[in-house]
């Protein structure tokens, strides 16, 4: 049973627009959640963060976005630019303090057009 | 140093070979975790060892065998695999408080 789902294997955005890619969770117990951007033959690359007493956290180019009632996440990148052309990971943690492995969800390709 | 590094990078071995991969921190991160990533999946948990002492095992064969020496140093042990073992094996650590787990590049493991 997938407790972290990524429904849509893959988005294709122009150069430029906002790219938005979403996140749906069923396990009540995750309380941290995290974007990962991962090449092929890479490790994943820690983007982004989000604590669940939030709603939002920003960097950059990078928003997520917290529903909790809904159990959903959504990660915006703005503007999209060709270097963000990866695969991107949600990923959440029950009970904080780093020592639970991470439940990750099966990925979005994402292809920026120019 | 920020980084996680892991050796080998690739790494072809027999049904009958016994190897070891390993991974290295020095950010001072005290948990540290091994995934399994098969083509196309998510990456999945192995093993989490918190200030060097085994705390999760996700029900993994025992022909894969962790180790944790020290706080900076994270071993794998393989014994006896099986061609479905082939995968990209990702290491990662976290500051124990944090939850934020930093990715090495990974070993791709090829068993024939």
């Known amino acids: 049973d997938q407790q972290v789902k990524q429904n849509s294997p893959s988005l294709s955005v122009q150069e430029g627009r906002i790219s938005i890619l979403n996140c749906d969770y069923t396990?009540?117990?995750?309380?941290?959640f995290l974007w990962y951007k991962k090449y092929p033959a890479e490790g994943p690359t820690f983007l982004i963060s989000i604590s669940s007493i939030k709603d939002k956290n920003e960097d950059g180019r990078f928003t997520v976005f917290l529903n909790k009632s809904a159990k959903h996440l959504s990660l915006h990148i703005v503007p999209s630019q060709p270097g963000d052309s990866a695969v991107y990971f949600c990923?959440?943690?029950?009970?904080?303090?780093?020592?639970?492995?991470?439940?990750f969800g099966k990925g979005t390709h994402l292809i920026i057009q120019p | 140093d920020t980084e996680v590094t892991q050796t080998p990078k690739h790494l072809v071995m027999g049904m009958t070979n016994k190897k070891s991969l390993k991974c290295e921190q020095h950010?001072?991160?005290?948990?540290m975790y091994w995934y399994k990533q098969k083509a196309k999946k998510p990456p999945e948990l192995m093993f989490v060892?918190?200030?060097?002492?085994?705390?999760i095992n996700e029900s993994v064969p025992s022909r894969f065998s962790p180790e944790c020496p020290n706080s900076s140093l994270l071993n794998l042990h393989l014994h006896a695999l099986q061609p479905e073992d082939s995968a990209l094996y990702l290491c990662?650590?976290?500051?124990?408080?944090?939850?934020?787990?930093?990715f090495g590049p990974g070993t791709r493991l090829t068993v024939l």
């Open positions: 060892y918190s200030y060097e002492k085994l705390s």
């Open positions: 950010m001072g991160h005290r948990a």
């Open positions: 990662a650590s976290s500051p124990f408080s944090g939850n934020e787990q930093f």
């Open positions: 396990n009540s117990m995750f309380d941290y």
């Open positions: 990923a959440a943690s029950a009970q904080g303090g780093g020592a639970d492995g991470l439940t």
